[in-house]
Structure formats: structure tokens, C-alpha cells
């Protein structure tokens, strides 16, 4: 049984510290209907979703509500609270702001950039409740908000609960501006109501107010209405009571239409938002479209199934998509944790956030339940996909995933990233989960045919895109799916390999790493001269992305990271081996027939050797004693390009920007290289590819992610000669890496756009 408040037409908000209001039952008989809301009592019509007409036609609703005058107006309205933010403001107000500015990932206030953000939701957050306060008063005799807006939105409607006017910082910030400036602003609290799908155009209105350089870290992308639709109707029967975490404007949840109910649609939703500014965006849309709902303001991922009034029959997930690398490391070593309890895997902490939801989400399931989730598809490659997929085959049967071709462009209107919708249903310990279709969409399908191939589509070409039928128990975890959407084999026969071009060595071996690799601090300790250091890369896991920079060194530095390699040049003041240095062990000082060639530097050195035969055995040690000179390491020729083999994580080929920082022998380099830097670069690209990866799986000798190889079997890589390839490509791919090495991870839209350029060449 789904409720709503009296009179209403909604279900009253719930926050995390308050209690859901239940006041009248909807009927039964009622679900499973198309409403026609008017001044009249509703008249449920009996109706498929599928029979709805494209463009419903209601005289007072409008196809466009949102207008450049429109976005204008709160624009100007913004810049008058702008100015504000660089004012003395009260404590409170700064603790509470600065703690806003950490939810959303903005830079701190003193930002000119934070400041823009802070205020275009401010006025965002007005217009919403300016909103909210004229929906109720079209049924109830309350006042014009063009004077004392702020005390009536405080207490709007006697009787009615919703959590959309709760006040956060942002009402103490809209406040600051003069109130007449404010009025335009209010002028357009009717705008929204006359919406067709206000979801959308509360989308499309957060969208064009906030800067697009404050979003990105937030992972916070808005669903296309077609593509949410289709996720909305496959996971509900009609009637159900729909979860909905990361809500944000409510696309995924709310109704086709503010004035029809379908068959399809859900008698009751919950939405989940730690951000109290997307709680409100999404409970207005859901609230203008007649949606019985409760919005949350919490984390989902610390949400339990206990914690809510209703049990959850469905869910539709736009989770947000933030790199591990933008995940704050507190936050991201607990999300991990909790995720690892919960699944028992090890879950890599290269996972980006929308993973842990899609971990997360199963506990709100029962068995049957479904669940549809769109994402970025690099989890279908990437090794820390590896866990995913091995929990989505356990947990649920896989009954489609949906590529949205990427050679098309980006679904997203704000992100390049590649779309991915997974369509799961919780499963029975021992049921056979049948086949997987694997469809890609290359042109825009019907609604109807989309949902028919998920369902029971026929494996080949379409007129649309492509299926691929695979049986579940067929597919392994450690598999590159993303090859699944082009099941072609690659015949890599005409392929020349890495070796042709470079060849490949490991780093040589330090021995004692804990005396001859050093922290800055170490360094100070024993007072150690840079003449007698080297810089130095010390495993694959101090780098972040695709380049190792001296910016990049100095950051390990800072960090406390072992940075330095003891790395003197031949010096004839000290001893031939370390035994010689065990009659004065004893004492710190050089021997007296070295004094007088001995400055102060040369006689730090010697104490930390002293201190290496002391502590650390390098008498005794057979790496260090074989050595032409006991007191370095080995030397190798520099290189330009190291290569990560052994990791959990897929391998990756570095750009080393100084070719004269050393490298350990947990790293390979490349050597002998017979190309230009801009064929290196291509080559480089290419490597580091999904369609490279892809490849990989056509060759036995080669392990699918390219995981722990030994130099001759990299050497094996089958490769595109960027000698034979067009300069056009070869220059198209080389910018492309560079892209990519200005990126800290694996950017999906640089990954596509390389994939998509090989495809042209193979």
C-alpha cells in the first residue's frame, strides 16, 4: 500500500533525523493506472505505459520552460550575493559554509571561482522553494512571496511537511543581497509548475548556472530522459516503491508526465542525496509531477535497509562517477573497507565511487528484485573492474549491458564519458542466470526495441546497433567485456610486436633498498650532499597516471615518499670494499689517512656508510659486495619510458619526463628505441588502450590485462607500427597521450578517442 498526504497529491520529505508522514492510503486499484490531474476528482483511466502518446498535449503546460532571460536573471541575481562572500560573515555562517564547500568538493571561499558556485546555488535553492511555495498555494489562500519571502518559505504551509524547505547555509547566504534584488528571482516561482517534465529542466537549469570546473569532482552527470525511462520501466512493474540513490534532479524516478500515471511507473519513491541542494532539486521535481516520495539527505553508502519506512521493490541508479584519485583518502579507506566486508573480495582502491555503490546497492534487494544502473564503461576493462564483475556474477543475473557507441559522441551534455546501462536482477543461490545480451547502440533506437532487446533481443546486427548473446556462466571476470559489444576476432598476424621498436629491461637491483633509497628527511638526518644522490622512481605505485614530472617527484618528496638513490660517483678517498670500514665502526670519524683528503660532505658520506655496516649488514650482503663500486647501485643508460608489470592494477607505460631519474627493478624501461618522440607518443597510446587490451586476449602468450610480464613476453605485444600508420593518425594519437598524461587516471573520454582512431586503422 503507497500513502500521501492529505490533500497534497505528494509524499511528505524525510531527512536523515526525521520520520516519514503517512496520512491517506492510495488504493490498490489505483496503481496500475493513467491519471489525468484536473480541478476535478481524478478519473483513472485504464492504460499501457507503452500507449502513451510521444507529445501528450495539456494547454497549461509548456514544452520550454527554461529560457536564456531566465538563466539570466538568477545569473544577476547571483552576482549581488557574490560580492557578499568576500565580506566579514558571521562564524557560524563561515563554519557552516566551509563545511558546505567540502560536501560538493569546491575550493575554499577565498575562490573567485567558489564564490561563483556558492552564489548560483544560492539563487538556485531560492528558486526551487520559491517553487515548491507556489505549488501549495495554488490549493491554499497563502500570501505573495514578493515581500518577506524568507519568513514565509520558514513556515509555507501549515500542516504540510516537506524537506525542500528545510534551510541550509545557502538560505543564510541568498539573504545577504538586497531583497528587491532578490524579487526577479521570485517572479519566476510559477515557471517550473507549467513544466511538462520538471525533472529535466531542473537538470537543464543546474546545468547552465553552475560552472562546469565545479562539477567534474563531484562525478555528477545528468541522465538522458530516454535512456532514464527505459531504466525506470524495465526495473518497476507499476506500483512499486522505487530507491533511487543519487536522485539529483529526479529524472530516473519521476513520472512520463506531471498530469498521466502509467502502468509503469512507481507508486512510491525514496531518493537518496548527501548533497541537501540536489535533495531539493530532486523532491521539487518529484513533488511538481504529483510523485509520492521521500527524499533523504544522506550518504547511501551509509544507508541501511532497516533504515527505511518502506521495503524497496526496485532500483534505478545514477550514481556519481568521481575518480579514486578525487575521493578524499579518509572517506575512500572506509568506503573500501565497507565494501570489502560486504562482498567479501578485495576490492582495489583504484575504484572509482560509482562502484561502491553498485556494491552497496544489493543489500536493498530481495531476491527477484531488479535494479538498472548507468555508469562509465571502463569497469568492463579496467582490472579494478575485475572485482566487480566477479561480484555482479555472483549476486545477480546479468541480463544486459548497453553501450552507447562512443564513436557517436557522449550521451552526457556535460561529460565525455561512455555510457553504460546495467540491467541486473537479484538472483537465487543456484539458478541458472541464463544469457547476457550485450547490446551496442549506434543509432538512437525506439523505446520499445531497446527494451525488446534487453529482454529477449536476437543475437546480430540490427538497424540500430548490435547484440551479443552470451551465456553468463560463460563469462569470466578477469575478461576485457568491452570487447563483448565487437565480438570480432582480432587477427593480430599483420601486426608487428613492441620488440620490433623497443626493447625492454628491468630496472637493476638496488639490494638493502631501505639504506640506498632515501626520504628528504633521511637525507637531512645524516646530512647527506644532492652530489652524492640521484633522483629516483621508486615503484610503480608513487605514480599517478601516465607521466612521471619532476612536479610529480617533488610531490613524493613532500610526502615523505624514498625519492633518493645513494648514487656517488667514484670516490677514491673511500675503501675498495665494506670491510674495510669495519676496524673503525666503531667510530664515525674517516680514517686518519683519509682526513686530510676529506671535506665535510665526504665525511657525511662515510658516516652513513658506517651506519649501513652497522645496521644494515652491507658487509654481508652478496648484491652489494659483487658490485665494481659496493657503495651505489648498479647504473642503467636513462630512459624515456617506464613500464608498470606487476600490479593488481592494469600495466601502464609511462612518460619519464627526466630521462636521468633512476628507476628501481620493480619498473621495466624502454630501450634502443627506433622511433620519433611523436611515434613513441602514438605507440604509447596505443598501449595503454582498451583496444590494445583487447588484442592482448587474442594472444596465449599474453595475459588479458598485460598483468606481471616479464620484459620478452612485453617485447611479444603486438602493436600498430606508428611507422606505417598515416601522420595524420600518427600525430592524432600522439596528442592524445599527451592528453592523457595530463590526466591523473584513466580518462574515459581520451580512452575512446584513441580506441575510436585504432578502429579506423585496423
Given at each position: ?150 519568513e514565509k518559505l520558514q513556515h509555507p504551509v501549515s500542516g504540510v511537511e516537506n524537506a525542500g524547505f528545510d534551510e541550509t547555509v545557502l538560505d543564510s547566504i541568498v539573504w545577504h543581497a538586497e531583497e528587491s534584488n532578490l524579487v526577479p528571482v521570485l517572479e519566476y516561482r510559477d515557471r517550473l509548475l507549467r513544466s511538462m517534465n520538471p525533472a529535466e529542466d531542473i537538470g537543464e537549469l543546474y546545468a547552465a548556472l553552475l560552472p562546469s570546473e565545479c562539477r567534474p569532482p563531484l562525478g555528477q552527470y545528468r541522465t538522458p530522459s530516454d535512456i532514464g525511462s527505459l531504466m525506470k520501466r524495465w526495473v518497476s512493474a507499476g506500483g512499486d516503491t522505487l530507491l533511487d540513490p543519487g536522485m539529483g534532479a529526479g529524472v530516473l524516478s519521476s513520472p512520463v508526465h506531471p498530469e498521466l500515471r502509467t502502468s509503469g ?498
Amino acid at each position: 500500500m503507497v500513502t500521501i498526504p492529505q490533500n497534497s497529491g505528494i509524499e511528505a520529505c524525510n531527512t536523515e533525523d526525521s520520520e516519514s508522514v503517512y496520512d491517506t492510503p492510495v488504493p490498490d486499484a489505483v496503481i496500475g493506472t493513467l491519471w489525468k490531474t484536473t480541478d476535478s476528482p481524478i478519473s483513472p483511466v485504464q492504460i499501457d505505459a507503452e500507449d502513451i502518446p510521444e507529445e501528450p498535449v495539456f494547454p497549461e503546460r509548456e514544452q520550454t520552460v527554461i529560457d536564456e532571460q531566465f538563466i539570466a536573471t538568477l545569473k544577476t541575481a547571483a552576482e549581488t550575493i557574490k560580492s557578499s562572500l568576500t565580506s566579514d560573515l558571521p562564524h557560524k555562517i563561515r563554519e557552516n559554509l566551509d563545511q558546505w564547500c567540502s560536501l560538493h568538493n569546491l575550493d575554499g571561499i577565498e575562490s573567485e571561482e567558489c564564490q561563483t558556485a556558492i552564489a548560483r546555488q544560492a539563487v538556485l535553492n531560492l528558486v526551487l522553494k520559491a517553487s515548491l511555495y507556489e505549488y501549495y498555494a495554488r490549493d491554499r489562500d497563502l500570501p505573495s512571496l514578493t515581500t518577506d519571502a524568507r519568513e514565509k518559505l520558514q513556515h509555507p504551509v501549515s500542516g504540510v511537511e516537506n524537506a525542500g524547505f528545510d534551510e541550509t547555509v545557502l538560505d543564510s547566504i541568498v539573504w545577504h543581497a538586497e531583497e528587491s534584488n532578490l524579487v526577479p528571482v521570485l517572479e519566476y516561482r510559477d515557471r517550473l509548475l507549467r513544466s511538462m517534465n520538471p525533472a529535466e529542466d531542473i537538470g537543464e537549469l543546474y546545468a547552465a548556472l553552475l560552472p562546469s570546473e565545479c562539477r567534474p569532482p563531484l562525478g555528477q552527470y545528468r541522465t538522458p530522459s530516454d535512456i532514464g525511462s527505459l531504466m525506470k520501466r524495465w526495473v518497476s512493474a507499476g506500483g512499486d516503491t522505487l530507491l533511487d540513490p543519487g536522485m539529483g534532479a529526479g529524472v530516473l524516478s519521476s513520472p512520463v508526465h506531471p498530469e498521466l500515471r502509467t502502468s509503469g511507473d512507481p507508486g512510491y519513491v525514496t531518493g537518496v542525496e548527501r548533497s541537501h541542494l540536489s535533495r531539493l532539486m530532486g523532491t521539487t521535481a518529484l513533488t511538481l509531477a504529483g510523485q509520492p516520495h521521500s527524499p533523504w539527505a544522506k550518504d547511501f553508502l551509509g544507508l541501511l535497509p532497516e533504515d527505511l519506512p518502506n521495503d524497496v521493490d526496485a532500483i534505478v541508479c545514477n550514481p556519481p562517477y568521481t575518480r579514486s584519485l578525487d575521493i578524499p583518502k579518509g572517506y575512500q579507506e572506509a568506503i573500501n573497507a565497507q565494501a570489502t566486508r560486504e562482498t567479501g573480495l578485495d576490492i582495489s582502491k583504484r575504484s572509482p565511487l560509482y562502484t561502491y555503490f553498485i556494491y552497496h546497492l544489493q543489500r536493498f534487494l530481495s531476491i527477484g528484485d531488479r535494479a538498472a544502473v548507468i555508469t562509465p564503461q571502463a569497469f568492463l576493462s579496467a582490472s579494478y573492474g575485475d572485482e566487480l564483475k566477479e561480484f555482479l556474477l555472483s549476486e545477480f543475473d546479468v541480463k544486459a549491458l548497453v553501450q552507447y557507441n562512443p564513436a557517436n559522441g557522449s550521451v552526457f551534455d556535460d561529460a565525455n564519458t561512455t555510457a553504460l546501462v546495467t540491467f541486473l536482477e537479484k538472483n537465487a543461490t543456484g539458478s541458472d542466470p541464463g544469457a547476457t545480451q550485450f547490446i551496442r547502440v549506434d543509432e538512437p533506437p525506439s523505446s520499445s526495441a531497446l527494451r525488446e532487446a534487453v529482454d529477449t533481443g536476437k543475437p546480430g546486427e540490427t538497424d540500430w546497433g548490435f547484440i551479443n548473446a552470451v551465456e553468463q556462466c560463460d563469462l569470466m571476470a578477469e575478461d576485457n567485456w568491452q570487447a563483448l559489444f565487437h565480438p570480432v576476432a582480432v587477427d593480430t598476424s599483420d601486426l608487428a610486436t613492441l620488440g620490433e621498436f623497443v626493447s625492454v629491461h628491468r630496472g637493476r637491483t638496488i639490494g638493502k633498498v631501505d639504506f640506498f633509497c632515501l626520504s628528504e628527511s633521511k637525507v637531512e638526518e645524516h646530512s647527506l650532499s644532492e652530489e652524492y644522490l640521484s633522483r629516483m622512481a621508486r615503484k610503480g605505485s608513487h605514480i599517478d597516471g601516465y607521466e612521471f614530472s619532476i612536479e610529480d617527484w617533488n610531490e613524493n618528496r613532500a610526502g615523505g615518499r624514498e625519492v633518493w638513490l645513494l648514487d656517488p660517483d667514484e670516490q677514491e678517498t673511500l675503501p675498495a670494499t665494506p670491510e674495510e670500514i669495519i676496524p673503525t665502526a666503531v667510530d664515525s670519524e674517516p680514517p686518519v689517512r683519509q682526513k686530510a683528503d676529506t671535506n665535510d660532505d665526504i665525511s657525511n658520506l662515510w658516516s652513513y656508510l658506517v651506519t649501513g655496516v652497522k645496521e644494515y649488514d652491507l658487509d654481508d650482503t652478496g648484491a652489494v659486495q659483487n658490485r665494481p663500486l659496493w657503495y651505489r647501485p648498479p647504473r642503467q643508460d636513462p630512459t624515456s619510458v617506464l613500464v608498470e608489470f606487476a600490479t593488481r592494477d592494469e600495466v601502464r607505460f609511462i612518460w619519464l619526463e627526466d630521462p636521468e631519474i633512476r628507476y628501481s627493478n620493480n619498473l621495466y624501461g624502454f630501450y634502443d628505441v627506433d622511433l620519433t618522440t611523436t611515434e613513441l607518443k602514438a605507440l604509447l597510446a596505443y598501449l595503454n588502450s582498451n583496444y590494445a587490451r583487447h588484442v592482448a586476449q587474442t594472444s596465449p602468450k599474453l595475459a588479458g590485462g598485460y598483468s606481471n610480464l616479464r620484459p620478452k613476453l612485453i617485447e611479444d605485444i603486438p602493436v600498430v607500427d606508428p611507422t606505417d600508420l598515416p601522420s595524420d593518425t600518427v600525430a592524432a594519437l600522439a596528442e592524445a597521450f599527451d592528453d592523457m598524461r595530463e590526466t591523473d587516471g584513466r580518462d574515459d573520454e581520451i580512452l575512446d578517442r584513441i580506441d575510436a582512431i585504432l578502429r579506423t586503422v585496423r
